[in-house]
Every structure is written in structure tokens, then in C-alpha cells.
């Protein structure tokens, strides 16, 4: 484990809000300058990356089944960021993914002629981007990925920078390879929120240990100024999901393994999995972020 101090502000003064193991592995803590909330002390950096690295026979498995299922059914969500983007540049051009998983997202956007390429560690994930969607994708990370200074008109990051141990330097790095004017499209969940004022350590996106990072949305805009943009608007959006994904949801909120038991079991009897909703807690924020001209 290592101590950090803040990513945002580099100070060391801190509040405790959750003791280790009550809302996930890792103590979370509060700046008491900037207010930015992150897991510290956390799994050293070399750690933290071999617990999000997966397994690449997992592409394969069951249980990957269905994360492909809940990235090809949350596509449609992206419609609005399309639709922003198109307008911003009728011509189209070149749109890199960090994180960019099985390609889902990446060939929504080709099929409307953008031209894509990904960023992504998982090197089965890369395989199956290329062979299911013709996609190109890096199997690195971004700060190793080697992409040249101003050469990407739009880069998009969705729920990923919780899960980095330098979230300002990827700033950075994003802010190095867009050109001029460009824009970085970036999500993550929300912690300024009535959600998370009443669900507190039982929040969901709280509980999973790869989250070290957890931002609202004035030190989300900090983060984005701080690093050299401009943010050009926030939305709060929702998340399209099977009932059997959001009766999983809530036996992660209960942190009680009888209960996850029980709705697992009730989600398999009904067939769940073929129910389909759209909600929307405001408990996700996607900034639009622009690289000044």
C-alpha cells in the first residue's frame, strides 16, 4: 500500500470519510483544499494495474458474455455525444478511445465515417475489436501508446479515469495529442449527488475497489482547467441496462452476500437479462471539454 497526496492539488491534509472495508478495500478521503475524494492509502501503482488487467480467455468466458451484452446495449446512450460531435465537425475526422474496451463505442462512431482507433491495456479485448469491428486499437496504455503530438481531432474517455492512478497526467497527455481546438469527451460516475448523500458507503460505483478516484462536478471542471481546457458544457446522464444488471446493482449496495444470492437467483428464474430500461439517477456526469484554438 502507498500513501498519495492529492491529484489535484498535491496536498496531504485530509478528512476520512470511510474507514478500509466499509465502502470498498481502500480507505476513501477528502482534500480538505480542493475537496477532490480518492482511495489512499491505495494497491501501489505496479498492484493497481494487475487488478484491472484481465484475463484475456475472460473475452471468452461467461460472465464476459455479459459485460459485451451491457457495452452493446449502452451504445444508443452516446447518441447525444454523436450528435454533438457531427455538428462540431460535419466533416468528421480522427477519434481516439481511451479504454476502449471490445470497440462497441468505437464502431458506432465509424459507422457514422468517423475515422477510430483505440487505446486499450486488455489484449484480447484489442483482438476482438479488429476482428469483429475491423478496429484498430493499441494494446497500452495511453502515456505508452506513442501517438503523435496534435494528430486527433476528438478523444473520448468513458469511466476510465476513476480507475487511473494519475488522472491529471492522462489530462495532460490528452491535452498533447489533440489538436488545437479539439475536444476530450470524458464520463465518470458523480458524487454530488442525492444518491450519494443517501446511499453513502453503499453506493455502488463507491464499492468497486478499482475505483481509486471519485469525482464531483466542480472537481471534475478543476481537474479539466487546471490541465489547460475548456469545458464547453457537462451533462448528468443515464445508463441503459437489463433488469438482471440492476437487481445485481442493488446485492452490491446491500454488502450482503444473501441477499445478491437471492436476486441473483430471482433474476435467472425470470429471465431478467431480456429486460431492458433506461434510467437515469443523475449520479454520472460526461464533460465536453475543448483544447483552446
Request: net charge positive; aromatic share 12%; hydrophobic share 35%.
Amino acid at each position: 500500500m502507498q500513501y498519495i497526496r492529492c491529484n489535484l492539488c498535491s496536498n496531504d491534509d485530509y478528512t476520512i470519510l470511510f474507514e478500509p472495508g466499509v465502502a470498498q478495500i481502500s480507505q476513501i478521503v477528502q482534500c480538505n483544499c480542493c475537496n477532490l475524494m480518492y482511495a489512499n492509502p491505495r494497491a501501489k501503482d505496479a498492484d493497481h494495474v494487475g487488478i484491472e488487467t484481465w484475463n484475456p480467455d475472460w473475452v471468452l468466458s461467461n460472465p464476459n458474455r455479459q459485460k459485451l451484452e451491457k457495452e452493446s446495449l449502452q451504445v444508443k446512450d452516446y447518441e447525444s455525444t454523436k450528435k454533438f460531435l457531427n455538428e462540431y465537425y460535419p466533416q468528421k475526422g480522427k477519434l481516439l478511445e481511451i479504454g476502449s474496451s471490445f470497440g462497441y463505442l468505437l464502431n458506432f462512431f465509424k459507422k457514422d465515417e468517423w475515422h477510430v482507433m483505440g487505446v486499450e491495456p486488455n489484449l484480447g479485448a484489442c483482438k476482438y475489436a479488429e476482428s469483429n469491428f475491423g478496429i484498430k486499437a493499441i494494446p497500452s496504455i495511453l502515456e505508452k501508446a506513442e501517438i503523435s503530438d496534435k494528430s486527433v481531432d476528438v478523444v473520448l474517455m468513458m469511466h476510465v479515469i476513476e480507475h487511473l492512478p494519475n488522472p491529471s497526467m492522462t489530462f495532460k497527455e490528452v491535452y498533447r495529442l489533440l489538436k488545437p481546438g479539439g475536444i476530450f469527451v470524458v464520463e465518470t460516475p458523480r458524487y454530488d449527488t442525492l444518491v450519494f448523500k443517501l446511499l453513502g458507503k453503499r453506493e455502488r460505483s463507491l464499492s468497486c475497489n478499482g475505483h481509486i478516484y471519485f469525482f464531483t462536478s466542480q472537481t471534475l471542471e478543476k481537474m479539466a482547467t487546471q490541465t489547460g481546457f475548456t469545458m464547453l458544457k457537462l451533462d448528468y446522464v443515464g445508463r441503459s441496462l437489463t433488469l438482471d444488471r440492476l437487481f445485481y446493482n442493488f446485492g452490491v449496495m446491500s454488502k450482503n452476500k444473501l441477499i445478491k444470492d437471492k436476486l441473483n437467483d430471482f433474476s435467472k428464474k425470470f429471465n431478467l437479462n431480456q429486460v431492458r430500461i433506461y434510467i437515469n439517477a443523475r449520479d454520472m456526469q460526461r464533460a465536453y471539454l475543448m483544447k483552446p484554438a
